[in-house]
């Protein structure tokens, strides 16, 4: 790329609504991804930034983005559509995964592992080389248009569930894993989205840097980015900080009394 490509780059993500700061080539891949047609998986930990590249990815591509929170009851039916009764007809209304084939937009389904196997196993014809969905109830054959694909999202660490997603799904797609950003971009990522200090910002993520290292505190997730947002964003609404910390950090990370005063007392040490 010139340098007057990379300055028409820089420019255009300036004047973008999503905030989004890079942690490595993914904006590449995804863009080469849509490019050839190729599904995309996204995999990290919870709060670390995969829903934030995909808004900011479709925004910058200027595709819609169609956006399904996977949980254990999202069926197939759910994903595809369904005759309802409306006015007194019976109508058929897309789903999400049928409107973004039919739209050309950019699916995105969130957390897939804990659909249901018959929810997950929908994408199988639009993630290879047919690119296609069928609608048994309507009997229509939709074949995706150049611009729609398909991107899952997946936490290999969350443990509620014990759902693995099978070889016959995760190999129909390239993958990306996000961790948390290094210390000095996190503290860009508070800073910018909380609205809170620099100072204050540093203060934050090293205690989300902590809290990441105290293991034998067995928690089920570790603190996010997300949470640090949160905490900074209390903070300049004019919360008192290790307050604020308490609040947005400790009590969401656990209910049980030892852990959160251990991550108290990580606060109260830092900030």
């Given at each position: 790329m010139n340098s007057s490509s990379q300055l028409l780059q820089t420019s255009t993500e300036n004047t973008m609504s999503t905030f989004y700061l890079p942690s490595g080539r993914e904006i590449e891949i995804l863009e080469h991804s849509h490019a050839t047609q190729i599904p995309l998986m996204i995999k990290g930990p919870t709060g670390c930034g995969k829903t934030r590249f995909i808004e900011f990815m479709a925004e910058k591509l200027g595709r819609e983005l169609i956006t399904v929170a996977c949980n254990e009851d999202t069926s197939a039916t759910d994903l595809l559509g369904r005759h309802l009764l409306i006015g007194g007809d019976t109508k058929w209304v897309d789903g999400p995964v049928t409107r973004a084939v039919r739209e050309g937009a950019i699916l995105y389904l969130d957390e897939i592992?804990?659909?249901?196997?018959?929810?997950?196993?929908?994408?199988?014809?639009?993630?290879d080389h047919?690119?296609?969905?069928?609608?048994?109830?309507?009997?229509?054959?939709?074949?995706?248009?150049?611009?729609?694909?398909?991107i899952v999202s997946y936490n290999p660490g969350y443990q509620r569930s014990l759902r693995e997603l099978k070889p016959s799904t995760r190999q129909r797609f390239a993958s990306l894993t996000f961790g948390y950003p290094s210390e000095e971009s996190e503290t860009t990522i508070v800073e910018t989205e909380s609205g809170v200090d620099t100072s204050s910002a540093k203060k934050i993520v090293r205690i989300g840097n902590e809290i990441r290292q105290l293991t034998e505190l067995s928690l089920m997730e570790t603190v996010s980015t997300r949470l640090l947002i949160t905490a900074g964003k209390l903070i300049a609404a004019g919360v008192p900080p290790r307050l604020a910390c308490t609040s947005a950090i400790a009590e969401p990370l656990s209910d049980d009394a030892d852990a959160i005063a251990a991550i108290r007392q990580v606060i109260e040490l830092s900030i």
């Open positions: 592992a804990e659909a249901r196997a018959d929810a997950i196993v929908v994408i199988h014809s639009l993630t047919r690119r296609e969905l069928f609608l048994d109830r309507t009997g229509e054959r939709l074949k995706a248009p150049s611009d729609f694909m398909p």
